[in-house]
């Protein structure tokens, strides 16, 4: 298995959020300027709530990177939460409790369950880790690995498909524009679609309701055979999808056709093959989205993630307090009325992730000039044994 592995730390308004990501090869060239472009995206979107007005979440390197390029050590990246400025002592590390507890668990929320797995009193407790805030840090992770991704020729994009059941036409959608700027304030490429989404969204704030949705992200340049069908472990598809719902919120995943090949003969769900021009195999169709077998089979990967509405209600929903076991309406915490084109971008970072450690896997770690070597050395053998 691959050494790449990251992990996140902090909490929503603690003082930062930190990351370590280990295992990428030495010799990338990075920018701090392309990881805040990625983080400042997932900060936009239409619906998002008060705290992206207080936040601009810049990343500080702290480790792994000099001169511009990594080393092949860990890399630590950090994310100052502005509004911890805001809070005074309710987030010390130490000293007596100040601020009054949350009591009132919000259906939906890890609230409920993890004051009782962690034996807590203060729903906070659970809360703070448990935000979406911490998607910053895998943000920042991502676009490091979006950059390695880059540098072998593949590229990480998505698009925002459905909020609250206002759907995208997807044939009116030119593939080929994903991941261009459009103006969109919902990473949306069909403006009708959009237009309907963002008018349901002021619906549904105004309502005090909130709005979920589906977004897709597409891979593009992969190579034939990342991933494997040797274990189940070592599955492309079944670690992409586990990636996508490990975002917080996501309730299902599906790959290429999904499940649409519920609903369809053979016939019409596999992907036929052909020979292209130079005499190398290729499909038409990629109702598979890149994977078969487990493993990529060089076609553009495409995997769809419906995310649930995000569960603080400004109409709160009935609920019961930790502290008196009574009745209550559940709490109201600042929150967002819809988050689905943030998620869009934390799902293009986790499909990133996952990507550069298969990539890692079959192509070595150690140095960015080796790694290039060994895949083009295999997509030499891949053209010689067809094309000779
Ligand atoms: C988020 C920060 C949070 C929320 C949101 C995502 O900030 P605050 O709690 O200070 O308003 O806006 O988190 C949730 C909706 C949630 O349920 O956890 C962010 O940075 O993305």
């Given at each position: 298995?691959?050494?790449l ?7 929503s ?21 392309n ?12 619906g ?22 990594t ?15 805001n ?6 590390p ?9 009591t ?10 993890g ?17 979406a ?5 895998r ?27 206002e ?9 080929s524009?994903?991941?261009?700027a ?24 105004q309502e ?17 055979g ?13 670690r992409l ?10 309730k ?9 090949c ?73 929150s ?5 084109s ?6 293009e ?8 450690q ?8 150690d ?18 044994a067809?094309?000779?």
């Open positions: 298995m691959s050494e592995r990251f992990m996140t730390a902090g909490e308004h603690g003082p930062c959020l930190t990351a370590i990501l280990e295992g990428l090869p030495a010799g990338l060239k990075l920018s701090e300027e990881i805040n472009r990625d983080l400042a995206r997932r900060q936009q979107g239409y998002r709530g008060g705290r992206m007005k207080i936040e601009t979440d810049k990343v500080e390197v702290v480790s792994g990177v000099r001169f511009g390029e080393l092949g050590g860990p890399i630590t990246l950090r994310v100052v939460n502005k509004d911890h400025g809070w005074g002592g309710r987030m010390a130490f000293g007596e409790p100040e601020g009054e507890k949350v009132a668990a919000r259906p939906g929320h890890a609230d409920l369950t004051v009782a797995k962690y034996a807590r009193e203060d729903v906070r407790d659970i809360l703070e880790r448990s935000s805030r911490e998607t910053t840090m943000v920042a992770v991502g676009a490091i690995c979006k950059e390695f991704l880059g540098a072998l020729g593949m590229e990480v994009v998505s698009q925002v498909l459905n909020i609250g059941g759907a995208v036409d997807e044939s009116t959608v030119d593939r524009k994903l991941g261009q459009n103006g969109s304030e919902l990473n949306c490429y069909d403006q009708a679609a959009e237009e309907r989404m963002k008018a349901r969204i002021d619906e549904a704030k005090g309701d909130t709005l979920g949705g589906v977004f897709e992200v597409t891979v593009r340049g992969v190579p034939v990342l991933g494997s069908h040797i274990q189940w472990d070592r599955r492309l598809d079944a999808a586990g990636a996508m719902m490990s975002i917080q919120a996501i299902g995943v599906e790959i290429g056709a999904g499940f649409r519920a609903d369809l003969p053979g016939s019409l769900i596999h992907d036929e093959v052909f020979l292209d021009k130079s005499g190398m195999p290729c499909r038409k169709t990629n109702r598979a989205g890149g994977l078969e077998g487990g493993m990529s089979n060089g076609e553009e990967i495409v995997i769809k993630a419906a995310m649930k509405p995000i569960p603080t209600l400004m109409q709160p929903l009935q609920s019961v307090d930790i502290e008196s076991h009574k009745a209550v309406m559940a709490c109201k915490e600042r967002d009325t819809c988050a689905v943030a998620a869009s971008v934390v799902g970072a986790m499909a990133a992730i996952v990507l550069a298969a990539v890692c896997e079959k192509f070595g770690s140095a960015l000039v080796d790694v290039k070597a060994a895949l083009a050395a295999y997509n030499q053998r891949l053209r010689k067809w094309v000779g």
